[in-house]
């Protein structure tokens, strides 16, 4: 067994020393009749790495690999050009097989990379201070809307949510409510060439703890956040943003500048990869410094050693379980430590130059697409406004076009019917995500398939 | 040679990403951005690529890691991370597919997600299992849901989750996250469950126990069964927190116990990377009473063996509409489904069976080595499942666990867990785990008793240890009074 | 640029301090007609990470790769499974981008590392000394020979080289004897049951410096190495015996032991891959330790430090070029460095019980095929002994069923008519070769292709 | 820690590769091994898994790298190498290939091959070019061959090679590898060739020259194309080493100076990694006068597009049937063309004459810093190339070279080439390279001007230099002199 070290040998010499007859010895708490004799039943025996290798690769063969098509999904996942020496410093192994930093004499590199990526985090967010990551997006998010409700101290019960924002995330939030007993306030989405900011700010009152919004939203259109932002403080309450494209704000204000409270989001976009679905970044950060203490999730900051160099540590911890138990801001226990590592280097490497260069050039093609694709008929664009994501409409039930066209390796986008299947008037929207990575050919590839669908 | 930040090196005009330059004009730059356009300077430092190798491959340095040396850490199961398994997980069929794609471009990767469940299952004797929990705790989460969505749909609203003293932190975090109460269970003298007790405390408004199975002394609990069946009796359910699965697996099924809920921390039993902290994965097998409730989406084979995802879209078809809603935005953790898939393959049945007997074994001998120099306050209870737990008991005036744990990072080791489990002073809990060499035991407990000597004989230079590492002890208190989150260019300030 | 770190502020600051008006003024030197005022014409300027990516993967996808057909090649190059953790220790940045170890005090990893790998390599050789390797097979081959030379002191200038050594290898040393006069003895191969021991042994003569065989020979077949060193050594010349496949050795005696003077082969079997030929790994070794001073190549020893602690250290470093200039032992100054340590790495993990169980079922698997592909009609084994590569003979031209059968995704084998381009009596011969990466499946594959095409 | 060998903790028994089980008997099972089986034990000692990566990781921690720091390696040119090209050399459709395979399978890889060669003979301005040499002094060979090959077919038996002193050690060895009679060529006092001495000594049996531009004293030959002119007339040929192209890439082509043959060593100028020692790639572009002569096997694109690989059977087809021969079995260092090209199209036209316009500032920058403390014997011959060159004068009595060198390893740098060009006393030679950032050069200068202020202040600290690093200085003449080349188990002797 090549992942075992200890020998027969060993194993009889280790024996005799804990003064066991047999390794059955050591389980004699087990009670016998729940000991299993043998290995499990219906499981195979052990195999080579080559067998395992091969088995797998057939598994991975039978995917369709973005890569390998004319490929435009987003709807809170984004196909990136992740340079390679980002996979590298994820493989050295003492990030890789290091354990959470709570040692810090030995834990300097995890460390400052943490205190590195809150900065970069809270920059790109417009925000005083970001945590060291949460499992993805959509959990930030509602880490957001519990955390909005200790801000309040439970006497806000109510949280706004927008019509736009991702459904998943939406649905998130309602599961963990159900819960907590906060009362969700959203509203179907409409197809609209601008989000529904009027009735959003509508249905914020004085009992509501927080607003949620999307930004860019879930059908690619820019809310105008400011407005909203304004009309929540009016009433007492927090705006959370959430962005699940961290690559658009390279090209548009961000969500601290223009007044939320708590920005969340994915931050899948750099450095991390499709990877069907998960592992990905949950971002998490605020605006104003006082509300450090309700955050959750891990913190990372600066000290100095006993020699006063300067050094980082775990701080903050009261706010967590390992410490406050039933207390803690959060049960989480974890972050997204290797996915944050690869954020800051795909950062690092970008800087800002880099990452006004990637927004724009999605921007460039999203704007080459849509004009295309409206040119197709039958299709007409709804945005008004977008970054590098958009919606149009087809006139026909828009899950049929998608899987007719990745039958011809087009994967066109998500259709509205997949997110909101119990919207059926959304039904012929179809949600079209254009990164740096989508060629021109790829572009004329979706129109002339549309063209031929939609004839 | 001193790291400097990247803040400190980098320049906002510095790049190491090259980008075509943009077409002038044209139909296509005209920007629709809703005059929302970022002006300001955002703050974001860039490095060449050769810099940036070398500033985290420096960084890197600075870590202790298990390609380094054991990490004793008890309960955290830091073992060998094959590489065979990063190299699955970065296959173009599992890491460049999307979450969304038509189910007939991934049915492999839902394939995969399909075999891990069924491992997952025939493993620990369950019926189902939710796959989408981002993490150990996110998994906890997600079974005390199933529990509470259980009780609600047959009407019965309890209020009180019981909890064993020596529990994770995370198991009341958890239960107060989901709206519970949260009541200890105390300890027996032998570092067990206190039957007797918990029998005593049932009743209609207890909603269900959270048991660590083997415990957090590194204890088997013998009256499992028993306390299953007194929970069951009391209309409650059992969660078993599965975090030291390890020491179990092929040994004994958590199912054949009367667990109705446990997490797999797929990083501790199944090999994937801790990554310094995270991603984990945490799916959650469940009872056939709890299974009905479980969180969308998930896969499951039809007849015709064609894997589907089930999701919101489709669930009555697949008779789950009880489900209690969703936890995440997909799928769960692919990344590390392929690699703990890997994993199970290559150990098979026999191999997982042998994970347990040698990570029992290892820390067996530990604990044999050593309790003639560190107190073990459970060491007469009989053998330790897969950790060894020891207590400062003996130790000088003035010299403390956390003293004893920084001088062994002299002696070129992580420490173990200190002062927890909370029910033994000073506690120290070592767990060597399958993936040692009686070689590196042997080392290792020489070096430990080295330590454990000095401590007894009041060696003060351990106060200050360590010595020799790329940090002396840091001030964590200045860091909490007066915390600095982010970098702020000194020039600025 | 993205691996250029210096920025336009950077280059004026350094040009105002080396007192240059502008970078050309550096370039003063070089006469001005033959300086390049732009970028020199009709080559690309520079690209993206993601283009260059793309344009090497369409390159990529071109060929056709061992691992997607039933793959039969061998003749000097064989296909193994190598395990991943092998890749991620020669990505390490410590081993990949080091230095050649001449300051030893910050170059102990690669230092114990040749020292163990020569080891290996000595003790598979059944040899006393093994050096830091070479270029490859075919170079140290040659190497071989000039050493040989050097020990019997230019007083014997006849070769004999085995008909069945690999006529590659065989070429570079009639190459390389070209300019140092050395006369070469060869005689052509035949498509015997068993190698010409005897023809061989009647060429070596008193003025032979050494006699090179390989071992297994070039058809797959297995020479009586004892009993050419005793012939050999009768007549004062060296016994060099060429290995091209180093898992042989897990299974069949080694040469050392049986009486060769120098052991070469090609080390790539064990971690190195295909690589479409190169680099591959020179492996050198001489079995007798008073010839030490005659190798070429680096050599890794064993000392001290100023402070008593075991180190290691290039050494005997008087034979090479950097000291010795024109008198040196070889103009080599590198040695394969990375491939050794891949092969290093491979070796650790298989021990001697896996480099046995390896040869074993290589050869299991040889066996199987051969007996299936002798029932083939048309086809007649010619082997009578052979470790995990055999010759068949088709009856009719192998290299045009070779390209048949490659149409159809099964890469059938070496024919011998590519290998011996001016021996058509060669011409029906196919060099199969079989490891454990062949399934029987893939046996089957080619039976029935052989099957199809010979009908 | 120390880390014992794989012979001090590995076990004939232990394997870290698992293989199925062989099937006992069966028909396929007979040995055909001629009586021949190995039977004796082969002396191989195995490690688990996680033993392994341990034990190489720990090891690759005691070398010095470029990831890890500044390399100022004169004429090695250790510069960054990127990462991409890691990735692109593991393409199945290039890693996973085999020489032999019919060419139809393999026309992208021939491509490869043929790019390169293209980008080469452009980049140079030559004619042809031998792609197959495994490394630099293997190109040299080829190049020295070529011109043999070329001056035989015209029946023209010369015996001479002229080397200037200041060249590589290769190239004597080289040349007399080949059977030439090697003669020096002495240098000016301003560290270049001296063009009258060699005119006088050309003659009839003066097969050419060896010449290495930019020379080893970090300076251009600016008479190389008179240099050239003479040996022509004489009838000789050119060869130009070209171990430091790294320095005019971009900015002159030597085929425009006269050059008839020069190697280029991949992972100097283009970057393929050095790998602790290689393996190297040293393809040799070739003049038309000397194209015709080079060896099997090479590309060739025919009339149609289409990439052919020439080889023995096929040489005539090609009209190449005065090839020399052949250098080594196969068709080169695929894994290094790939790398090689790839940084190629990176950078492209303009980012390559980047290359050598920064390496060369890089190295001025450098130069002009440090010679207010340091001696540059050339440093008033006007600006340097890719390296600066100085000397030891100035040193305190006793101190060496050789201990400024070893001292600035406590610094946190390898040393940079020492006693090298020989034409120089206690030689140091400095090449920063372009990858090199401003910052780190300041560094680099601030760590050396300390160092050489100690050298000359007398500091007898130096000499036991260094102290911080993972071994003192270590006995190289016990080494030679009682040499240990291989381990032997301390229990047996």
């Known amino acids: 067994m090549r992942y075992l070290p200890l020998t027969d040998t060993d194993r009889s010499d280790m024996l005799e020393k804990v003064g066991a007859p047999d390794i059955d010895a050591l389980f004699s708490d087990v009670p016998e009749e729940a000991r299993l004799s043998g290995p499990i039943e219906g499981l195979p025996m052990h195999a080579s790495e080559m067998a395992v290798e091969k088995h797998m690769r057939r598994l991975s063969k039978k995917n369709l690999a973005a890569s390998d098509a004319a490929f435009f999904l987003g709807a809170g996942a984004y196909k990136h050009h992740i340079p390679a020496s980002v996979d590298h410093i994820i493989q050295r192994g003492e990030f890789l097989t290091a354990y959470t930093p709570y040692q810090p004499e030995i834990a300097q590199g995890t460390l400052q990379m943490l205190f590195e990526f809150q900065t970069q985090v809270a920059r790109l967010y417009g925000c005083a201070v970001a945590n060291a990551s949460m499992y993805d997006g959509s959990t930030a998010c509602w880490e957001a809307v519990a955390m909005a409700g200790r801000v309040a101290r439970g006497r806000k019960r109510k949280v706004v949510l927008s019509g736009a924002l991702h459904p998943h995330y939406a649905e998130v939030v309602r599961t963990m409510a159900k819960f907590t007993e906060d009362e969700i306030a959203d509203a179907p989405p409409s197809l609209a060439p601008a989000p529904d900011d009027d009735g959003l700010i509508a249905r914020i009152d004085e009992n509501t703890s927080c607003v949620v919004v999307q930004y860019p939203d879930i059908l690619g259109r820019l809310p105008d956040l400011a407005r909203i932002a304004e009309a929540a403080h009016e009433k007492g309450a927090l705006l959370i943003a959430v962005n699940t494209e961290p690559v658009a704000l390279g090209a548009i204000k961000s969500p601290g500048e223009l007044g939320a409270d708590i920005v969340v989001g994915e931050g899948q976009s750099i450095g991390v990869g499709l990877q069907f679905g998960g592992p990905y970044l949950g971002l998490f950060a605020v605006r104003d410094p006082k509300h450090v203490r309700m955050m959750p999730g891990r913190l990372c900051g600066e000290t100095v050693d006993a020699e006063g160099k300067r050094g980082f540590v775990l701080t903050l911890s009261t706010r967590e379980q390992h410490i406050r138990r039933e207390k803690a801001t959060s049960n989480i226990c974890t972050n997204s430590g290797l996915c944050a590592l690869a954020f800051s280097v795909h950062m690092t490497l970008l800087g800002e130059k880099g990452l006004r260069q990637m927004a724009m050039e999605n921007h460039r093609l999203a704007c080459l697409a849509a004009d295309r694709l409206a040119r197709v008929p039958g299709v007409t664009l709804l945005n008004d406004s977008f970054f590098n994501e958009f919606t149009i409409r087809l006139g026909t039930d828009a899950r049929t076009i998608v899987r007719a066209l990745a039958d011809k390796g087009v994967l066109a986008g998500v259709s509205l019917g997949r997110l909101f299947p119990d919207n059926p008037e959304l039904a012929d929207g179809l949600l079209v995500a254009v990164t740096e990575t989508t060629s021109e050919e790829d572009i004329e590839t979706l129109a002339s398939a549309l063209e031929g669908e939609l004839a | ?493």
């Not at chain 2, 090999?271 to 799916?283: A, L, N, Q, V």
């Not at chain 2, 009473?289 to 089930?310: E, N």
């Not at chain 2, 600095?484 to 300030?493: G, K």
């Open chain 2, 1 to 493: 040679l001193e790291e400097p930040l990247i803040f400190e090196i980098g320049h906002a005009e510095t790049t190491g990403v090259d980008f075509p330059t943009p077409l002038p004009g044209g139909e296509g730059a005209k920007a629709r951005l809703a005059g929302m356009e970022r002006t300001d300077p955002i703050g974001l430092p860039g490095l060449s690529e050769p810099e940036t190798i070398r500033h985290y491959t420096r960084l890197s340095r600075q870590n202790y890691a298990i390609d380094l040396g054991l990490f004793p850490l008890g309960s955290c199961t830091m073992k060998h991370n094959p590489r065979l398994n990063e190299k699955v997980a970065r296959m173009p069929g599992f890491a460049d597919v999307h979450p969304l794609q038509p189910v007939d471009t991934v049915r492999g990767a839902l394939e995969v997600v399909n075999e891990l469940a069924h491992w997952l299952i025939d493993l620990t004797g369950m019926h189902g299992v939710a796959m989408s929990p981002k993490a150990g705790a996110h998994g906890e989460l997600c079974g005390i849901l199933c529990i509470r969505a259980a009780l609600e749909a047959r009407g019965d609203a309890r209020e009180v989750i019981l909890v064993p003293e020596s529990a994770h932190g995370t198991n009341p975090a958890t239960a107060a996250f989901a709206g519970y109460k949260v009541e200890d269970i105390p300890a027996t003298p032998e570092g067990r469950v206190d039957l007797e007790a918990l029998k005593a405390r049932l009743g209609p408004d207890v909603a269900g126990v959270m048991i660590t199975n083997p415990n957090t002394c590194g204890l088997f609990e013998p009256d499992m069964k028993a306390i299953s069946d007194a929970v069951h009796e009391a209309g409650g359910f059992v969660y078993c927190d599965g975090a030291n699965f390890n020491a179990i697996v092929g040994k004994v099924r958590p199912g054949d116990l009367g667990v109705d809920a446990m997490h797999i921390n797929l990083h501790k039993t199944f090999s994937t990377p801790h990554g310094g902290g995270g991603p984990g994965s945490g799916p959650v097998v469940l009872s056939e009473a709890l299974a009905p409730y479980g969180p969308l989406p998930f896969t499951a084979r039809d007849g015709d063996g064609v894997v589907h995802l089930v999701e919101e879209e489709n669930a009555a078809e697949f008779d789950h509409t009880r489900a209690f809603g969703r936890m995440t935005a997909f799928h769960g953790q692919m990344g590390m489904f392929t690699r703990a898939l890997a994993y199970m393959l290559s150990h098979g049945a026999d191999g997982l069976k042998q994970v347990a007997e040698d990570a029992v074994l290892n820390a067996n001998y530990v604990l044999r080595s050593l309790e003639d120099v560190l107190d073990a306050p459970f060491g007469h209870s009989g053998p330790c499942m897969h950790e060894a737990l020891f207590s400062d008991k003996g130790f000088a005036e003035g010299l403390s666990t956390l003293d004893l744990a920084k001088a062994l990072i002299d002696e070129g080791y992580h420490p173990m867990t200190m002062y927890f489990p909370l029910v033994v002073h000073g506690a120290m809990l070592v767990e060597p785990t399958e993936t040692e060499s009686k070689a590196a035991l042997d080392q290792f407990i020489m070096a430990l008793r080295s330590v454990a000597e000095r401590a007894k004989s009041g060696d003060e230079s351990l106060k200050t240890a360590p010595h020799y590492a790329p940090r002396r002890r840091l001030d964590e208190t200045q860091a909490a009074r007066k915390p600095i989150l982010a970098w702020n260019d000194p020039d600025m300030v």
